[in-house]
């Protein structure tokens, strides 16, 4: 009576997902707003001067992320990438820790401002500030990998803004014409700051171009963490075969503004923001997890509590950590000895 | 010992290199089946593969940025832009991301690349083929650069270039390419980055120079001993950063007197770290100010041979300058 299942409605078997999986990526969905979250209330609390969000786009990062194996596969992701480096291995102590810009923070030591990860032991590229440029480094890794003949494939991510720099087109031309491993993402919210999709995008789909490359671009829900996964999957399965590069355009919301920075009010009618709401990612997956019948009210809770405990043990821990010494900003501009 | 032109013993590092290191890997425009336009790695896409010797698309930025990629994967890029003068779109990977990733990662990842340019004028080459752009790179912290003068500084530098943990600038003067050949040792001969050479001693004056600038700079000293009776003292700087201040310096206190000679323009150029080195340290030495001589203060190398003469440093510039230091 397999018809009668509700969870068979949810489909995440046909994509080789067990119900556990589908609960963990709901899971770093949770963890990854809620660190978001704290991050948001640590600025207006004063305790960190800036941050800039992921929220409205931890379907698209878990989603798009969930194929890609640790420690073998690269990621070089972007300032909104929580969920992204959380699903690939960084801890919510890891994000805290980078934004408090503590001395033995994973991603800079605290030489880098907020919003730029990065964890040479989770294979996760360093983030700079210049956009785009790390589509470059998602295709030299690949390029790598394919020089050596490695299984590995090499994934990054950037919003539709990004899209539009000069960098791109000579990443994708390059990869098109090597069929390089590697998976392009991007998280299209169809607001560059305070620039609509409309005035950034010619043609208005970032995915169309990819058939200038050669190879396949594809437009998918980014609020639905499983359609993401299912392209993203045979996006992985197509680069480990040798076949190429796949851009995957993922329509997501900014739910906040650009960044602690700016105010999206000043730009974005106020119906079209108050609207958002109804398109987090967040409650459309529990209530599918809900229906499917593999997410009660009490398991719900419990998990928010669980991870509302680890924030508050990250912040904790992170808080506590060394500030960097200023006898130590000098070092590291090239290597130094045997270190 | 083997006789060869500058451009022979870069080909002949990177075939070394590429024998010994399996990481080792050469990117950039033409550099595959043709061999590069000025032929510096004629005949190791057939010794060594496509994917090692890698033709890419016209892309300098991907050239840059794909070379940082496979450095983080542990590969040993050896990139080339055809022409210093086409680095531009490279800048942004050169300067934000290559220089910058192992500080702003706290030594966390490392870059070894090297990025080849031929560089200068004298070639008929105009504004867009003919740039001396080395002073973008040596102000910009995290890089090394280097500007080799003869065959055997060519091949032991770019030796050392690609063993080096980090990303070095390589510039290549292409009139001294095939301009003579000289002795270079076998086998594994490295030059250390970060040493200059006393081409030739001298009591007189000191001329600091590098790249086609050495060569310039030692036949003015041999014109002004024969003709003046001074005796020059030519110090080819080699690798401009980290630069070699200590051989800079007590090549003064022997002859109190500098200068600096470099084809790039004057304002902001590599002279002027030279001069105030010169001028912080070296001050009691000095028994006349520091003497740049440089490339003029126009945006590029004008194209018809007058203009192009005008415009180019050679040894009786040179000989020109280093008399009126060597009066005051």
């Known amino acids: 009576m397999a018809e009668l299942d509700p969870a068979s409605a ?3 078997r046909e994509l080789g997902l067990t119900d556990e999986d589908v609960l963990s990526m709901y899971g770093h969905m949770l963890l990854a707003r809620a660190v978001d979250e704290r991050m948001w209330l640590m600025q207006r609390a004063g305790k ?7 929220q409205g786009h931890e379907a698209a990062q878990v989603g798009t992320t969930w194929p890609m194996r640790r420690n073998q596969d690269w990621m070089a992701p972007y300032y909104r990438s929580i969920a992204s480096a959380i699903t690939f291995g960084m801890s919510a102590e890891d994000i805290i820790t980078a934004h408090l810009a503590k001395g033995d923070d994973v991603s800079s030591g605290g030489r880098q401002m907020p919003g730029h990860y990065g964890a040479a032991r989770n294979n996760i590229v360093s983030v700079s500030s210049p956009v785009g ?13 394919w020089v050596r003949g490695d299984d590995m494939v090499a994934i990054t991510s950037f919003g539709e803004g990004t899209s539009n720099q000069g960098e791109i087109h000579e990443g994708m031309n390059f990869a098109g014409v090597h069929k390089l491993p590697v998976i392009f993402v991007c998280e299209n919210n169809g607001w560059a700051i305070s620039v609509p999709l409309e005035r950034q995008v010619g043609g208005l789909s970032v995915a169309a171009r990819a058939e200038g490359y050669g190879f396949p671009g594809v437009t998918v829900d980014g609020g639905d963490p499983l359609a993401c996964y299912a392209v993203a999957r045979a996006a992985h399965q197509r680069a480990q075969r040798g076949d190429g590069p796949t851009l995957i355009e993922a329509r997501v919301v900014r739910l906040t503004s650009h960044s602690s920075d700016d105010d999206q009010r000043r730009y974005r009618d106020p119906a079209e923001v108050e609207e958002l709401k109804e398109h987090d990612p967040i409650p459309f997956f529990s209530n599918r997890l809900r229906a499917a019948g593999l997410l009660t009210d009490e398991a719900d809770a419990a998990l928010r509590a669980e991870i509302k405990t680890e924030i508050n043990e990250a912040q904790a821990q992170a808080e506590a950590r060394p500030d960097p010494d200023a006898a130590t900003a000098h070092r590291w501009v090239y290597a130094e000895g045997a270190d | 010992m083997a006789e060869l032109n500058i451009l022979e013993a870069i080909r002949l590092a990177m075939d070394e290199e590429m024998e010994r290191d399996p990481d080792v890997m050469l990117l950039g425009e033409d550099v595959g089946r043709k061999g590069g336009v000025f032929g510096a790695t004629e005949g190791l896409w057939a010794k060594y593969g496509d994917k090692r010797v890698l033709d890419t698309p016209l892309s300098e930025a991907l050239i840059a940025g794909a070379a940082m990629g496979a450095a983080m994967y542990g590969l040993r890029p050896v990139a080339e832009m055809q022409f210093a003068d086409f680095v531009y779109p490279a800048f942004n990977q050169i300067v934000s991301e290559i220089s910058r990733l192992r500080y702003r990662s706290n030594n966390s990842f490392g870059l070894p690349i090297v990025i080849r340019m031929p560089y200068g004028g004298g070639v008929h080459g105009a504004l867009y083929h003919s740039q001396s752009n080395e002073t973008y790179f040596t102000s910009t912290v995290g890089l090394k650069v280097v500007a080799p003068g003869t065959p055997a500084d060519a091949k032991g530098l770019l030796k050392a270039s690609i063993r080096d943990p980090d990303p070095v600038m390589f510039f290549e003067h292409k009139k001294v390419y095939r301009l003579f050949r000289a002795d270079v040792p076998d086998g594994d001969h490295v030059v250390p980055i970060g040493r200059a050479d006393v081409a030739r001693p001298g009591k007189h004056l000191s001329i600091f120079c590098y790249g086609y600038m050495r060569i310039c700079a030692l036949e003015a000293a041999e014109m002004l001993a024969r003709e ?16 070699d201040t200590e051989t800079l310096l007590a090549s003064v206190a022997r002859t109190g007197r500098a200068l600096v000679v470099h084809e790039a323009n004057r304002f902001g150029g590599f002279g002027a770290e030279v001069a105030a080195t010169i001028a912080e340290a070296g001050f009691e030495s000095l028994d006349a100010p520091v003497t740049r001589l440089a490339g003029p203060e ?28 060597a009066a005051y």
Do not use: C
Not at chain 2, 228 to 240: F, P, S
Not at chain 2, 303 to 316: G, K, V
């Open chain 1, 48 to 54: 960190i001067p800036f941050i800039i969000s992921g």
């Open chain 1, 133 to 145: 440029t790390q589509v470059l480094h998602a295709v030299g890794l690949a390029m790598g990998a």
């Open chain 2, 228 to 243: 003046d009776g001074l005796e020059a003292e030519v110090v080819d700087l080699r690798t401009l950063r980290p630069l």
């Open chain 2, 298 to 325: 126009v945006p590029g190398v004008p194209y018809h041979h007058n203009l192009e003469d005008w415009f180019m440093l050679n040894p009786a510039k040179i000989v020109e300058a280093a008399r009126s230091l």
């Open chain 1, 10 to 12: 949810l489909g995440h």
